[in-house]
C-alpha cells in the first residue's frame, strides 16, 4: 500500500507501520442521510483499523454543509461575512434579530440552523430589511453605532432600475451648464439624498410635493 507511516497503533500500544483506508462515515442529519468521505488507518502488524488521530476532518460539520447546500441554507462563513461587512459584532447582530448571543455564536461556528432562523438571517441581508431592523429596535444599539450602521447599510442598498428610469426621465434630461455646475445628474447621490430624508433621525416627517414640469420647462 502507498501512503504508509508510522504511527502508535491503539491496539498494539506501540508505534507501527500503518496505512490509508478509504472509507464513509454514514450519518443521519434530520432524517436525510449522507455518506461522507474518510479516510482511516490500517495497522501493518494486527491489520485492525481505526480513526486517524491527526486527521482534523469533521464529518459532521461535512454533512451539516452538504445539508445547508442541499436545502439552499446560509453558510457559517456567510454569516460571518454579512456581520462584518455592516461592521456588527456577534451581539449587535443578535440583538436585532432579537436573539440570545450563543445562538449567533454557534451558528457562526458550524452549528446547523433551523429553517425558521435561516429565513430570518437570509432576510436581515437585504438592506432594506437590516435598516428595517435598526429602525424597529432602536435600542440595541447605541446612538453612534446606529447612524454608523445606518450609513454603511446605505452604501450598500442599490435603487431599483425602475426608480432609476423614472428619476432619469424628470431630472437626468437636461445639459449640464453652469446651473447644474456643469454636471450631469449623479443618480447614487440623488437615491442617497432620498434616504436621508426617509431614514435620517434628525429629519422631521415631511411632505414634499413635486409638481410634474410642463412641456415648455422640459425644453
Known amino acids: 500500500m502507498s501512503g504508509a507511516k508510522m504511527q502508535i497503533c491503539p491496539y498494539c500500544e506501540d508505534e507501527r507501520k500503518v496505512f490509508p ?8 442529519v434530520r432524517g436525510e442521510n449522507f455518506s461522507i468521505p474518510v ?27 452538504e445539508y445547508r447546500n442541499r436545502h439552499g441554507m446560509i453558510q457559517p462563513e456567510e454569516i460571518r461575512r454579512f456581520r462584518k461587512a455592516f461592521g456588527l459584532t456577534q451581539r449587535e447582530l443578535s440583538k436585532l434579530l432579537g436573539w ?13 440552523q433551523d429553517e425558521a432562523h435561516d429565513k430570518t438571517l437570509r ?10 431592523l435598526v429602525h424597529e429596535n432602536g435600542n440595541a444599539l447605541s446612538k453612534e453605532k446606529r447612524q454608523t450602521l445606518i450609513h454603511n447599510i446605505r452604501s450598500h442598498e442599490k435603487p431599483s432600475n425602475a426608480l432609476r428610469q423614472i428619476c432619469e426621465t424628470y431630472y437626468g434630461s437636461y445639459d449640464a451648464n453652469i446651473f447644474s455646475g456643469f454636471m450631469n445628474l449623479n ?33
Open 21 to 28: 483506508v478509504p472509507s464513509c462515515d454514514e450519518i443521519c
Open 187 to 219: 443618480f447614487e447621490k440623488f437615491f442617497s439624498t432620498i434616504l436621508l430624508l426617509c431614514f435620517c433621525d434628525e429629519v422631521y416627517k415631511t411632505c414634499l410635493l413635486y409638481t410634474s414640469p410642463s412641456p415648455r420647462d422640459r425644453t
Open 39 to 65: 479516510t482511516l488507518l490500517k495497522c501493518g502488524e494486527c491489520e485492525n483499523v481505526f480513526d486517524d488521530p491527526t486527521s482534523d476532518s469533521d464529518s459532521l460539520a461535512i454533512a451539516y454543509r
Open 123 to 132: 432576510l436581515s441581508m437585504e438592506p432594506q430589511n437590516l435598516l428595517r
Open 100 to 112: 440570545g448571543e450563543i445562538t449567533l455564536t454557534r451558528y457562526e461556528n458550524g452549528a446547523l
